[in-house]
T-cell receptor
């Protein structure tokens, strides 16, 4: 059974710091992996999608990598800003069975001004 | 283009009542999925519909049901509400049932059961 873990659960950093958020999964048979941002009480905003044949994706200050063999994905945020404060969720879909997303529990990020 | 729209945004219901949540996918998207997110947790899969057929169901009781209409919009129904059904209900749309281009989520419906 696929399990997705995000550590740490919460993180506080000073503004301007570069940071890495981690997402671990137990089964390497994944179809794609997507990172989302969620502001309190709101829906999910897509940040980056990595398909299984890809190793990384970049958008602005964000870079996401995928290493299926080690069961890890990382989200790198460069030069963090207070506006980056939110919960970050990773989700992945398996290659077989029901085509659903399995989510981690998220990392709650606070960037201090 | 409008994104995924969900209605209502907030809802308060009493235990034992029934509720219907609505979702309109992005234009051209034929698959809609429903997720439940309780406070402090990641979203949990409830249903997927594609071309008006159920393609997947998560580990939820039969009190939960859904359907998809010819225009690809969808409704989620929950009967005999329990306090534990209080959560943010999220709808996601994808172009195909596989989600090759990723998922787009709506803003959610906050359901409070009292």
């Amino acid at each position: 059974k696929q399990e997705v873990t995000q550590i740490p659960a919460a993180l506080s950093v000073p503004e301007g710091e570069n940071l890495v958020l981690n997402c671990s999964f137990t089964d390497s048979a994944i179809y794609n992996l997507q990172w989302f941002r969620q502001d309190p009480g709101k829906g999910l905003t897509s940040l980056l999608l990595i398909q299984s044949s890809q190793r990384e994706q970049t958008s602005g200050r964000l870079n996401a990598s995928l290493d299926k063999s080690s069961g890890r994905s990382t989200l790198y945020i460069a030069a963090s800003q207070p506006g980056d404060s939110a919960t970050y969720l990773c989700a992945l879909s398996p290659t077989s069975g029901t085509y659903k997303y399995i989510f981690g529990t998220g990392t709650r990020l606070k960037v201090l001004a | 283009d409008a994104g995924v729209t969900q209605s209502p945004t907030h809802l308060i219901k009493t235990r034992g009542q029934q509720v219907t949540l609505r979702c309109s996918p992005i234009s051209g998207h034929k698959s809609v999925s429903w997720y439940q997110q309780v406070l402090g947790q990641g979203p949990q899969f409830i249903f997927q519909y594609y071309e008006k057929e159920e393609r997947g169901r998560g580990n939820f009781p039969d009190r939960f049901s859904a359907r998809q209409f010819p225009n690809y919009s969808s409704e989620l129904n929950v009967n005999a509400l329990l306090l534990g059904d209080s959560a943010l209900y999220l709808c996601a749309s994808t172009l195909d049932y596989r989600g090759a281009a990723g998922y787009t989520f709506g803003s959610g419906t906050r359901l409070t059961v009292v």
